[in-house]
């Protein structure tokens, strides 16, 4: 099952993937540039489903391990993940409520998010163009042939050091990395990215 500690991750990531290794010769952009480009592609989503390939390396154990599943988002504050065994677990993100469940028959871990967390509340922020970096950040940004890829340092001293994007003009991302001050780190690839599906509540739910 994943841990809390993970949930938190996955939660940062996903709300740095709405406010916002690649090829060689990239060409260096702005961050606005970049994050603008980013809010552009992703503004014309209203829900993706994706596969996901997760590697998770850990810096204590010296070990990697490596997960497979399935996510799916609906704007504006539902996404939900779950990973096949032997690492089975399923997290659904409802605004800024986290559920966690393994297995069927375990009852789900709930854990409450500050309101001004919420999905809802980033996507009101999304709603006007990006001319200026978020508070609290440092952002760097590159583009080569048509392949955008952001890294974000958030400012202090938290959990995660750096998170990486790398996404299409499109607003399709191709994958996500999470760089933590421990040493650990997470890459999650994305294929079958399938946008604007039609899906509804009753495609996300942990039962």
Known sequence: MMSMKQAHVIFLLLLTLLLT????????????????????????IADFTADI??????????????????????????????????FNSRML?????IEQA?????????????????LKQWFSKLAS???SLPDG????????????????????????KDIC???????????????ERNGDRATMALKKVRRNVGLTERDFRLE
């Open 21 to 44: 290794s690649s090829p060689c010769h990239a060409r260096a952009i702005s961050a606005v540039e970049g994050l603008e480009a980013l809010r552009l592609g992703f503004a014309g």
């Open 137 to 160: 950040v440092v952002v760097q940004a590159d583009l080569t042939n048509s392949v955008y890829t952001v890294t974000i340092a958030p400012a202090g001293k938290g959990q995660v």
């Open 102 to 118: 393994a297995g069927k028959d375990k009852a789900p871990v709930r854990i409450a998010l500050p309101p001004e967390q919420g």
């Open 165 to 179: 994007i790398v996404f299409l003009g499109d607003g399709t991302i191709r994958r996500l990395v999470i760089n």
């Open 53 to 86: 390939t997760q590697e998770k390396r850990l810096s204590l154990m010296k070990r990697t391990m490596v997960m497979s599943g399935s996510l799916r988002f609906k704007k504006p504050d539902l996404f939900f993940m779950e990973i096949n065994p032997p």
């Open 93 to 97: 993100l409802r605004d800024n409520i």
């Open 129 to 131: 163009p990006v001319t």
